[in-house]
């Protein structure tokens, strides 16, 4: 049995959809998660992440992304990368082939290079539009995201659980950020324990939303955590949320979700504020969710 | 009361002795930490962080740093930092002048020297006769950190009970990195939750050692929420380095360290692998103390 969840309604419906095609061609776990963000980074419809996102307030495009195998706690990042896509797959590049978590910036980018990724433009007419228009009205010197633009970050995580019923977990996350972000800004997204977190003894977790105060809380670790205490998913997501609420006062400025999975196959999801859509696949049957913020 | 923790021997004396300098000139527990962790970083003789400590495989240095206010939660952090020193002044600057987390590689240093850092050049003629000689030797891609050369990071974590009895606690950290690392490397050092965490409510942890497998055990977060869960500070960092030791099987191959201090000053430090020297200062009485590792 293979469970995977993504986030958000329109590019969560092409990763998931990427992911379990993936699976059909024999993908293992970590490459249909891998393939399915690759999907959203690569297709410039969709103004999420990648290819064709909403930039920096330079005007580019700075990536981010993390992926973390819950087998051996093994994992890789990358952030801050520009004119590399899918940064998915450099985050992949950076878990197997070298002995570290992270690269960052131009020097990602030099390892993708270096490892057979073509650089490419990521601007395309419609963001470049949608950025000159927001630069028309630029009145801040900080710029944070609304939310209603667009979901800038996809996460994925996934359980399989093999004919020895063992369970193998994996999480991953890709995003282009804060729609107008500060230069370099990096967020939860390539952040392990803040963003994703993958441990086949309990479970993994993914979170979205206002980076700043998910890393703050190391949401994914937290809900994880909570699993391993023995909260069913549902209940760790919303521990972790309530304890946002109540310690981060930034927290319900925008929506902080959490998402998880528990190494039996139980599903939960909470945020701070709004509602949160989610799609979940269970061996290629594909279903919709949402769950409200919170009260 | 205050008590300051600072990690190792010599970049821990000049560490604890500035800060406690800085509080003789009136300095807050953020301004403390902030001073004892810059006076090592500007410290050409050290080769520890910043200025004339040991570069990546490039033969550029790199640095990386956070710092984390117990208060609120509130943090900054730089990774991948080049020719500005001392980061962990950035890293202070995005947490107060910015509403992000972290700012990474040239984006990071264009901020610091919109916000007054002048840039300078970090080599000094000792690090550029290390680094030559180590170039000689070169005979692995990937360059995995020996622990004897120096210790590449200084992490603070300090206490401050006011007369109201309420405890207030920061975490802090500065690095150049493993010695001769891969360009671009972001260790767990500049990543709250693995190489810093603070909470007023409980306490504060800080990391140091093997970055990549600290930063997957969330090692700080994990200490801090051990201590939560009624452990002692000495209890806390010895199940997060078990727990590692169990789960992790690179954990052992160099030191993996953590250091706690609950909000009632109870202290405790855990080791992987060696010996952990540091430095406790109360109040101005210093002490120095080893932990021997776990078996």
């Known amino acids: 049995m293979t469970t995977l969840l993504v986030t958000w309604k329109e590019p969560g419906q092409v990763g998931i959809e990427a992911a379990w095609n993936a699976r059909k061609n024999g993908a293992d776990l970590v490459t249909m998660i891998e393939k399915g963000l690759a999907a959203c980074e690569m297709d410039p419809s969709l103004m999420a992440i990648g290819l064709g996102s909403l930039p920096n307030s330079d005007g580019d495009l700075e990536l981010d992304a993390a992926i973390m195998d819950g087998r051996d706690l093994n994992c890789g990042a990358v952030c801050s990368v520009r004119g590399i896509a899918p940064v998915i797959s450099v985050a992949r590049m950076v878990m197997e082939k ?108 993914g979170a979205t939303g206002l980076g700043e105060e998910l890393w703050k809380a190391c949401a994914s670790y937290r809900s994880v955590r909570n699993m391993e205490a023995g909260m069913t998913a549902q209940e760790a997501c919303e521990e972790t949320v309530r304890h946002m609420m109540r310690r981060q006062t930034n927290s319900t400025d925008l929506p902080c979700v959490v998402m998880a999975l528990r190494k039996d196959g139980d599903i939960g ?4 504020k709004g509602e949160f859509p989610f799609w979940i696949c269970r061996d290629g049957d594909i279903e919709f969710r949402e769950h409200l913020a919170l009260t």
């Open 98 to 205: 070298t002995p570290h978590v992270m690269l960052a910036g131009d020097q990602a980018r030099r390892f993708a290079i270096e490892n057979g990724v073509v650089p490419i433009n990521l601007m395309t007419p419609e963001c470049i539009a949608k950025y000159d228009e927001w630069k028309r009205g630029e009145d801040e010197k900080f710029f944070v995201h609304t939310m209603n633009e667009s979901h800038d970050t996809v996460t994925m995580v996934g359980l399989e659980t093999g004919p020895d019923g063992k369970p193998h977990l994996v999480a991953a996350s890709a995003t282009s950020g804060l729609a107008w972000k500060m230069p370099g800004r990096v967020g939860d997204s390539p952040i392990v324990g803040a963003g994703i977190y993958a441990d086949d003894e309990i479970g993994a977790a």
């Open 269 to 272: 999801a909470a945020t701070t």
